[in-house]
């Protein structure tokens, strides 16, 4: 995913800008991994392989999304006011 690709997107929900976080680019930039989250309605699409994963959220598995999002440091969390689960990022030090 090109980072002006990047610019064209927006949450799939409510359209709002999506803010970004990238873990893993290739040499002309390109986008390979990452986490597009929108501070709107607080979901959030992880980019596997270069590819933006924006889709409904009866079609998402957590189960697949979990192990990427530890590998970059986030944690879901349960919450008790939203059907999806919140993704906090992990703060510094070890176990
Ligand atoms: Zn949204």
Redesign the pocket.
């Given at each position: 995913m090109t980072k002006e690709l990047l610019e064209k997107l927006?949450?799939?929900?409510?359209?709002?800008d999506?803010e970004v976080n990238v873990f893993n680019e290739a040499e002309d930039g390109e986008i390979l991994e990452g986490l597009l989250s929108?501070?709107?309605?607080?979901?959030y699409f992880p980019v596997i392989y270069g590819i933006p994963i924006l889709i409904p959220d009866e079609y998402r598995d957590e189960s697949l999304e979990e192990p990427l999002l530890k590998k970059w440091g986030f944690e879901l969390t349960e919450s008790d006011d939203s059907e999806l689960p919140l993704l906090e990022e992990k703060s510094g030090g070890q176990g």
């Amino acid at each position: 995913m090109t980072k002006e690709l990047l610019e064209k997107l927006c949450c799939p929900i409510d359209k709002h800008d999506l803010e970004v976080n990238v873990f893993n680019e290739a040499e002309d930039g390109e986008i390979l991994e990452g986490l597009l989250s929108c501070p709107e309605c607080t979901r959030y699409f992880p980019v596997i392989y270069g590819i933006p994963i924006l889709i409904p959220d009866e079609y998402r598995d957590e189960s697949l999304e979990e192990p990427l999002l530890k590998k970059w440091g986030f944690e879901l969390t349960e919450s008790d006011d939203s059907e999806l689960p919140l993704l906090e990022e992990k703060s510094g030090g070890q176990g």
